[in-house]
């Protein structure tokens, strides 16, 4: 398939996407896309889960959060996604026995797989994903709302990271919750969060682009705020000089993840 025959059937899958969306009708939609997941993964699944004797969530949770029904994508994008934030945390200097979070937890893909040294610390909205992880893995499992407190005291982490939670936030959401992970780091502390600021060509309808294009976040919503299918894209210039403009920055941001990764650091004076 060429470039211009991908760019076009992602704009077509956009565009036919967008009536749906004002109308409400998406979360039916994923229903259908999850029992069809559903159906597909089952043989795949039953090995997989022979082949790992650990516990794995309910499906409709992972398809919920994730976007399908496959255990052994959850298990080894979480395992790859752990290794990455553990090398990142070692280059920034991060002890092995720091006080490390993840906020959006969802049902502990990537937090069951990190290093036991660190004192590990999951949030997340959904008060049915951190229930599950109190009942399955180990750690500390707390349950926050969709605007901040979090449950943690002033000053209290010395990382904390955030895959793929900025992209289904309102902007209000955005800024509220950049403070108040400012408010829990540690100075010094490192700050690990994952936008969406490179989408692929046809991806954004021509209003989308010509917003992002200006430096404007772009935000699709007529959903639940929070949900997977509620998503926002985020230009560097947004990021950079406003959002994050009181962190420092550790390194170049990368790709990881698909989406865009940066590394800050809270100065160790204000």
């Known amino acids: 398939m060429t470039r211009f025959q991908t760019s076009f059937l992602r704009y077509l899958r956009q565009a036919l996407l967008w009536p749906p969306r004002k109308l409400g009708l998406l979360p039916a939609l994923e229903k259908v896309h999850f029992w069809q997941e559903l159906i597909r993964r089952q043989k ?8 790992i004797s650990a ?16 255990y052994r994508q959850y298990w080894n994008t979480g395992k790859a996604s752990a290794q990455k934030i553990d090398q990142i945390l070692q280059s920034a200097n991060i002890a092995p026995n720091a ?24 949030f997340d909205y959904n008060p049915e994903a951190i229930k599950w992880c109190i009942s399955h893995l180990s750690g500390n499992w707390l349950v926050n709302d969709l605007m901040p407190p979090l449950a943690m005291e002033d000053e209290k982490l010395d990382a904390i990271f955030a895959i793929s939670v900025f992209t289904h936030l309102s902007q209000e959401a955005h800024f509220a919750w ?3 992970i400012f408010r829990v780091l540690k100075p010094g502390g490192i700050f690990i969060p994952s936008f969406h600021c490179q989408p692929g060509t046809g991806q954004l309808l021509p209003h989308e682009q010509a917003r992002f294009d200006a430096g404007n976040l772009v935000i699709r919503g007529g959903v639940k705020e929070g949900s997977r299918i509620y998503t926002a894209y985020h230009p560097r210039h947004f990021i950079e000089n406003d959002l994050l403009a009181n962190f420092d920055s550790v390194q170049p941001p ?8 940066y590394v800050m650091r809270k100065p160790e004076t204000r």
């Open 44 to 51: 795949d699944n039953a090995v997989f889960t022979k082949e």
């Open 55 to 70: 516990a794995m969530p309910p499906l409709w949770w992972v398809h919920d959060m994730y976007g399908h029904c496959l």
């Open 99 to 122: 006080r490390i979070a993840e906020w959006g937890c969802g049902m502990g893909r990537i937090l069951r797989h990190m290093p036991e040294h660190y004192e590990c610390y999951g």
């Open 178 to 180: 950049v403070q108040e």
């Open 254 to 261: 990368i790709s990881a993840f698909g989406q865009t990764l």
